[in-house]
C-alpha cells in the first residue's frame, strides 16, 4: 500500500483517519466490524480498540462514524484537508 | 403512514431496545403492524398477508443492520429505513444508554417512530428546467481477471472516491461507478440525501447498500441537491443494470465547477485508478 496515492498525492502525505475519543468509546467494535479497510484493530487490556492503520482509510470516508452509537468518531476537517492536497499538489507541480 | 415494521430489537444491546421501543410506538400512533425478525425468521409466512399489504419499514440499532439483512435475506422490499445512531443524531437527540427504555428513552422512541411513519412530504418540485442528460457514449473498458469495468469518457468525470459527475450546463448528475456498483454486488437500497440541502465537494450523499456493504456516496461536485432519482426507491437494482444511466442518484445545482474539477479525473484517468484497485482487492 506504500505507493497508494490519493488525486496524485501519496497518501502517506494525507492526514486523513478517524479519531477515537476514549471518554465516549464503549468498544462495542462495531465500527471495526464495519470497515472493510483493516484501519482498525483489536487490542488485549484497557484500550480494546485503535486506529492502527491510519494510511488505509479512504480519504473523505466517514462511514464508519455512522455506526458509532456513542459518538466517538472524529475526522479531520474535511475543508483543510482539501486545502491540504491542493497545496501538496501544487508544490509537487512546481518540482516537476 | 400505516406499514409493517421490522426491527433488529437486539436483546443484548441498549439500541436493540430502543428500536423495539420504536416498534410499539410505530403500531400504537400509525396502526403500524409489528413483524417480530424471530418469527419471520422462523416461519415467514405468518407475515405473508401483512407484507403483502403494507409496505416495510425496517429499522436497525446499529451498523450491523440485523433488520435490514433479514429482509434483504427474505427477499422483501424495503419501503424505508432508518439506523437509529444516525436517526437521533438527526433528531439532534442523545440517547441513555440502557437496555430498559426509561422515561427519555421511550419519549425519543415516540419521536422516532412518528419519523418513521410520517406521509411523505410532498415532493419539493424544483423551481429548475428539466435538464437532459445524454446516455454516455463511448466507454474505455477496464479488465481484470474475468471482470469488466466500463468507463464513459466523454462528459463524465471521476473521484477517487468511485463516484462520477456528468455535467450539463450549471447541472450535474451524480452516481457511482460501474467498478463501486460491482463490488458491492445486488444492491439493496439507496439512502438519499434531502433535496433542497447544499453540499460540497467530497460531502456525502446518501449511501448505497447492498447485503454485502454500504457505500457512502462521496459527492465529486458542491452544490445544492435539486432532485434524487425517485425510481431507485422500487428498483434500487437500477444502479447495478445502468450506474451511469438509469441507475444516477442525485442532481445538483453546481456552485463552481472549474475549481473542482481540480480534484477530479477523467476517464482515463479514473482507469488507471480501477485497474489498481482491483488488483489490489484481489491481491
Ligand atoms: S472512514 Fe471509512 S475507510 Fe475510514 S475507517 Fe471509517 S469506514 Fe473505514
Ligand atoms: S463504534 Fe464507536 S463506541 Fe463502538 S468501538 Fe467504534 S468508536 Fe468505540
Not at chain 1, 486506529?51 to 470516508?61: E, G, H, L
Not at chain 2, 431496545?17 to 418469527?39: F, G, K, M, N, T
Not at chain 2, 423551481?127 to 463524465?156: M, R, S
Not at chain 2, 460531502?203 to 454500504?214: Q, R, T, Y
Amino acid at each position: 500500500m506504500s505507493d497508494a496515492t490519493f488525486m496524485g498525492v501519496s497518501r502517506e502525505k494525507i492526514d486523513w483517519a478517524p479519531t477515537i475519543d476514549y471518554s465516549k468509546c464503549d468498544f462495542c467494535m462495531e465500527c471495526d466490524d464495519f470497515c472493510p479497510h483493516k484501519v482498525f484493530e483489536r487490542r488485549e487490556g484497557e484500550v480494546k480498540l485503535v486506529v492502527a492503520n491510519p494510511k488505509n482509510c479512504v480519504v473523505f470516508c466517514r462511514a464508519c462514524a455512522k455506526t458509532c452509537g456513542p459518538d466517538a468518531l472524529t475526522f479531520p476537517s474535511k475543508p483543510e484537508t482539501i486545502a491540504a492536497i491542493k497545496q501538496i499538489r501544487a508544490k509537487e507541480g512546481e518540482a516537476e | 403512514m400505516k406499514c409493517a415494521v421490522l426491527v433488529c430489537s437486539g436483546l443484548d444491546k441498549p439500541l436493540g431496545s430502543l428500536a423495539r421501543e420504536v416498534a410499539v410506538c410505530a403500531a400504537e400512533q400509525a396502526e403500524c403492524e409489528i413483524v417480530c425478525p424471530v418469527l419471520l425468521n422462523n416461519s415467514p409466512g405468518r407475515y405473508e398477508a401483512t407484507l403483502k399489504e403494507l409496505p416495510l419499514a425496517v429499522v436497525d440499532g446499529c451498523g450491523t443492520r440485523c433488520a435490514t439483512k433479514l429482509a434483504t435475506q427474505m427477499g422483501l422490499k424495503i419501503g424505508r429505513r432508518m439506523l437509529l445512531p444516525e436517526a437521533i443524531k438527526e433528531l439532534g437527540e442523545t440517547f441513555e444508554d440502557s437496555l430498559r427504555p426509561g422515561p427519555e428513552a421511550r419519549a425519543l422512541a415516540l419521536k422516532l417512530a412518528l419519523q418513521l411513519t410520517a406521509d411523505e412530504a410532498e415532493e419539493e418540485a424544483a423551481e429548475t428546467e428539466a435538464v437532459t442528460f445524454p446516455e454516455p457514449a463511448d466507454f474505455l473498458k477496464v479488465t481484470h481477471d474475468k471482470f469488466v469495468f466500463p468507463i464513459p469518457v466523454e462528459g463524465y468525470f471521476f473521484n477517487e472516491n468511485d463516484c462520477w459527475v456528468q455535467v450539463v450546463g450549471g447541472r450535474a448528475r451524480v452516481g457511482i461507478t460501474d467498478y463501486m456498483q460491482q463490488t458491492l454486488t445486488d444492491i439493496t437500497y439507496f439512502a438519499p440525501p434531502e433535496v433542497g440541502r447544499e453540499v460540497e465537494q467530497f460531502d456525502d450523499l446518501g449511501a448505497v447498500e447492498s447485503a454485502k456493504a454500504v457505500f457512502d456516496v462521496i459527492s465529486p461536485v458542491g452544490g445544492k441537491i435539486v432532485a434524487v432519482n425517485a425510481a431507485l426507491e422500487d428498483t434500487p437494482e437500477l444502479i447495478n443494470e445502468g450506474p451511469y444511466t438509469g441507475g444516477w442518484l442525485v442532481e445538483l445545482e453546481l456552485t463552481d465547477f472549474e475549481a473542482d474539477r481540480e480534484l477530479l479525473l477523467t476517464g482515463e484517468q479514473y482507469a488507471v485508478k480501477v485497474k489498481q484497485k482491483a488488483e489490489e482487492a484481489s491481491a
